[in-house]
């Protein structure tokens, strides 16, 4: 089809044989300043954030840092737009003489920009691309000599750092680079190029843009919304743009979107903008922001493994995810389902955990986790939005068994003695993640998943006994709802229920509790049953804690004598019935013949379980006790000195019953006179109970209690005394008010008051004591009966003091 040639763009000539020849026109000389390639817009309510003034003060510090900085962080932190508000503020201020913006998505892209900009300032025919940028990047280069033009590259989202190979712009004192990346490549470093970490905004920022940006469009909102609803979207960038485009959209009050971004039945993408609704030119939702991300991941070593690493942790403690969880069998096993799944092999190479931390390292390289190994209990950290666009992507049933996989993660790294808080802290998060994620996975296949009683045994033994009971009331609650109310699981959660609000304080609920859950073992299973046997023996235990001895005694008389029936001679339930009767006599005052039965009981246990059991060594502890309790305390600390060397032997130096023989010895040493040897023994078993146990342990707080007392009998009661107050703070804070343990700390502080001089004091403190006691308690408890007769002796002290100061005046 004939056409006319634009004679604009090309010159011809009649050549030879008569044929014509086109050349390229000269182009105009380029007019200074230059700008190449096209900005992309400011958006609206622009925060002039940390990270833009840390980028301005590079560049007026000047140095081969400020000549190339790379803006790295994950998708949605606005990392553009900061490279947009600093390249136009330059651009305005007239600080550059060239300006060129490339969108840096594909070495491709990079290259014709580059020829582009060679096109336009260098004259230069774009025949060969790869030639023209070439030329262009030659023309950037410093020369001696020779009068320079000052430049600004701007490589806008760089998708791969190999993409620059041969096209980094050139160290010059004419020009600086500016590069935003997903990706955190040592590639990107090196001499005279740095990196500037570009995160979420700060609250106060987040607030900001929210009001800045409901302004805009006549719309105010309380400032708690605002703060609240900053904090649901995790103060990141993008989602806060696109949140506020949706609630003007949608006609939406904070209140109101928040309560729908917390339905997990509701995605991402129904709760923000669609693509004719994204503010400021955006490319692509909050939901999208990171799938090319995960893709190119998904390329690095371990090749096809970094997206099912995502989904896991999808489902996990954003905030801190410690690193053998992820490498765990279970995780393992994740990984190589999903390799056969995707490869279509039944026998797919097993996934090792070299290759999980690869997987790790590949989604990290691209921002969408932090993976810093050296914090080995927070190894991982995501954003809450990343995971919820990711599990936005699974099936229902997907979710679910992602979830049951994490659990199992999870309880195969939990430690069976928790000697490292920090750890103990991050997996009961990582349990609490699961919950929240999706609870109704956790009770799959007819039964309640074993991280969820885990969760609650973790925080009891670490002191928060006031959080085990809730937890376990809630766990009470779920079973009940998932399970029914007579399956085994939630009359087992019932049961742990009822012995943490024991040791929360509240003796007589427990035995209340007990006694209902009785009730239930006896009609679902019926008197025989092992189960309910147990649950006969916890009730009997819990009444003799709450101040009935004798009733306890009674109870385990009835129990020996239907263990001895059901299970015989030699069952561990009825051995246990025989030391539990011993015991109860003990407390019930009777300690000659609580340590002969369990002399009795002792013999049993070494015929039937051996002489190293757990059962058999304690046996022989509380022979020990009881024969101190009898009167010899020096033959109760000699035989706890023989226990200890069987201790070491069988269960090692950090075991915490090893601790509690040592607490013994040192115990019956201050009973035989020796109260500064205690108070030194005491203290040094201190040592190993913060090392083994940490500082709210309420093993840990008993220690510290002891040492103090044994310090006070050694003569030095005003220091124990200030000390015991010190210990009360951290039995509130840790027990609260009630707990028998913080009422028990006060009665010390009254008794060595007393002892210090100050009667009256003294008798005030225990009588304040004496209404909690009557309050927790009863009139009858034992302890309220304790502390009665100390206000009748410090009366009695205080009458005296009080006759002997009229006497003397």
């Known amino acids: 089809m004939a056409h006319a040639r634009d004679r604009s763009l090309a010159v011809g000539y009649v050549a030879d044989g008569g044929q014509v020849a086109y050349y390229a026109a000269p182009r105009p000389a380029v007019t200074w300043p230059h700008q190449v390639g096209v900005l992309p817009r400011q958006a609206g309510c622009f925060q002039d954030r940390a990270a833009a003034e840390q980028i301005q003060q590079m560049v007026a510090d000047g140095g081969a840092a400020a000549r190339c900085q790379v803006l790295v962080g994950m998708g949605g932190v606005g990392k553009t737009q900061l490279a947009v508000h600093h390249a136009r503020a330059l651009w305005q201020a007239g600080g550059v003489d060239l300006l060129v913006w490339v969108s840096a998505g594909t070495r491709t892209a990079i290259v014709s920009a580059y020829a582009q900009a060679a096109a336009e300032v260098l004259g230069t025919e774009v025949v060969d691309p790869e030639y023209a940028a070439r030329a262009f990047l030659a023309w950037l280069e410093p020369r001696h000599g020779a009068s320079q033009r000052s430049w600004l590259i701007v490589l806008d989202d760089l998708a791969d750092p190999a993409d620059l190979r041969g ?68 103060h990141l960038p993008l989602a806060l743009s696109q949140a506020v485009a949706y609630l003007i959209d949608a006609d939406l009050d904070c209140a109101d979107y928040r309560t729908q971004l917390a339905d997990r039945a509701q995605t991402l993408d129904d709760l923000l903008p669609d693509a004719s609704g994204l503010p400021d030119n955006q490319p692509v939702s909050v939901a999208a922001a990171w799938s090319l991300s995960l893709d190119r991941a998904d390329q690095l070593p371990s090749v096809g493994l970094a997206r099912p690493m995502l989904q896991l942790i999808a489902v996990l403690d954003p905030n801190g995810i410690p690193g053998p969880v992820l490498a765990s069998i279970p995780a393992l096993a994740h990984l190589t389902q999903h390799r056969a799944d995707t490869a279509g092999k039944s026998q797919p190479d097993i996934a090792t955990a070299q290759e999980a931390e690869r997987a790790v390292r590949a989604l990290h390289r691209l921002s969408l986790v932090d993976h ?11 954003h809450q939005l990343v995971q919820r666009a990711t599990r936005d992507t699974l099936t229902r049933d997907t979710r679910d068994h992602l979830v049951h996989t994490a659990a199992d993660a999870v309880i195969v790294v939990w430690p069976a003695m928790e000697r490292d808080t920090a750890l103990a802290q991050a997996l009961r998060a990582n349990a609490a993640a699961l919950t929240h994620c999706a609870e109704e996975a956790l009770y799959q296949a007819d039964r309640a ?30 079973a009940h709802n998932h399970l029914g109310p007579d399956h085994p699981d939630t009359l087992d959660i019932r049961d742990s229920l009822a012995d943490w609000r024991g040791k929360a ?104 379980l051996g002489p190293d059991a757990p059962f058999t060594l304690d046996s022989r502890a509380r022979i020990a006790h009881h024969r101190g309790q009898a009167g010899d305390a020096a033959g109760a600390m000699s035989a706890f000195e023989k226990l200890l060397a069987d201790y070491l032997r069988v269960l090692g130096p950090d075991h915490p019953d090893t601790l509690h023989v040592r607490a013994g010895i040192a115990h019956w040493r201050g009973e035989a006179g020796d109260a500064v040897g205690a108070a030194s023994a005491f203290e040094q078993l201190l040592t190993s109970y913060l090392r083994v146990l940490g500082p709210d342990h309420p093993g840990t707080l008993d220690v510290r209690h002891d040492q103090v007392f044994w310090r006070a009998e050694a003569g030095d009661a005003a220091g124990a005394m200030s000390a015991f107050e010190q210990l009360l703070a951290d039995y509130l804070r840790i027990l609260g008010p009630d707990h028998p343990d913080t009422l028990d700390t006060r009665g010390n502080i009254a008794e060595w008051r007393g002892e210090v001089g100050d009667a009256v004091g003294a008798t005030c403190a225990f009588e304040q004591l004496l209404t ?38």
Do not use: M
């Open 505 to 608: 304080g509240d003796a007589a609920g427990a035995v209340s509790a007990y006694e209902q859950l009785l009730a239930d073992y006896l009609r679902i299973l019926g008197p025989d049953h092992p189960g309910t046997l147990d649950i006969r023996g916890r009730t009997a235990d819990w009444r003799g804690k709450a101040g009935d001895a004798a009733g306890a005694v009674s109870a385990y008389e009835q129990l020996l004598a239907d263990s001895l029936r059901v299970l015989g001679p030699d069952h561990l339930r009825t051995l246990v019935s025989q030391a539990s009767i011993a015991g109860w006599r003990g407390r019930a005052g009777d300690a000659v013949g609580a340590a002969s039965a369990f002399e009795e009981v002792l013999t049993s246990s070494v015929r039937v």
């Open 372 to 382: 810093t190994p050296r914090h080995a209990h927070q190894a991982v950290r995501v």
């Open 449 to 478: 998943h074993p991280v969820l009683y885990r969760v609650g045994r973790s925080l009891g033994n670490s002191g928060q006994v006031a959080a085990a009971v809730d937890h376990f009331k809630h766990l009470a609650s779920a």
């Open 167 to 234: 096209l980094w712009p050139p160290t010059s004192p004419h020009g600086r680079t500016l590069i935003t990346t997903r990706r955190r490549d040592a590639a990107l470093g090196g001499s005279g190029r740095r990196l500037v970490p570009v995160g979420l905004f700060t609250p106060g920022e987040a607030a900001a843009y929210l009001t800045a940006g409901l302004a805009a469009h006549g719309r105010t909102e309380p400032a708690d919304q605002l703060a609240a609803l900053a904090a649901d979207l995790g």
């Open 772 to 809: 909690d006691c009557l309050r927790v308690f009863g009139p009858d408890h034992p302890d309220t009966l304790a502390v009665k007769s100390r206000i009748t002796h410090w009366r009695k002290r205080a009458k005296h003091a009080g006759v002997q100061q009229s006497t003397d005046r």
